[in-house]
């Protein structure tokens, strides 16, 4: 699912992506001629690894986030939150990948050794 930026308004419209158990939904809307605003959530059912006995599970997961896309490049030491899409085209499969990923690199335990006295608090 792919949005051309010269389609956003001023006036938020809704996207939805729906791609297995997970399902990301939002409002995109312009800022200004390069940039626009993405207010969306990530829900679904995803499948983690514990990072203790490597145990999979899955668990629900409820991941709101907002970002600014710009089709213009960054300049140095531009807000970490700003995503690039330089053709001027949104690639929201691309944005719910690259969340997931980062998600994934969090650390995650399984119900059994998350009662386990961890001191690592789980955030979703
Ligand atoms: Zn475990």
Redesign the pocket.
């Known amino acids: 699912m792919k949005i051309a930026f010269a389609k956003v308004n001023r006036s938020p419209g809704d996207f939805r992506y729906d791609k297995g158990e997970l399902d990301f939904f939002g409002k995109l809307s312009r800022i200004d001629a390069h940039q626009v605003r993405l207010e969306g959530t990530i829900e679904g059912e995803v499948e983690w690894e ?6 999979s ?1 899955s668990e629900p997961l409820h991941h709101p986030l907002a970002l600014r896309l710009s089709d213009r490049p960054l300049p140095v030491g531009a807000d970490l939150d700003t995503v690039e899409f330089l053709d001027g085209i949104i690639d929201i499969p691309a944005l719910m990948e690259s969340e997931i990923a980062s998600i994934r690199s969090e650390y995650h ?6 009662g ?1 006295g961890s001191e690592i608090d789980l955030e979703f």
């Open positions: 514990c990072d203790r006995c490597g145990a599970f335990y399984c119900p059994r050794c998350e386990d």
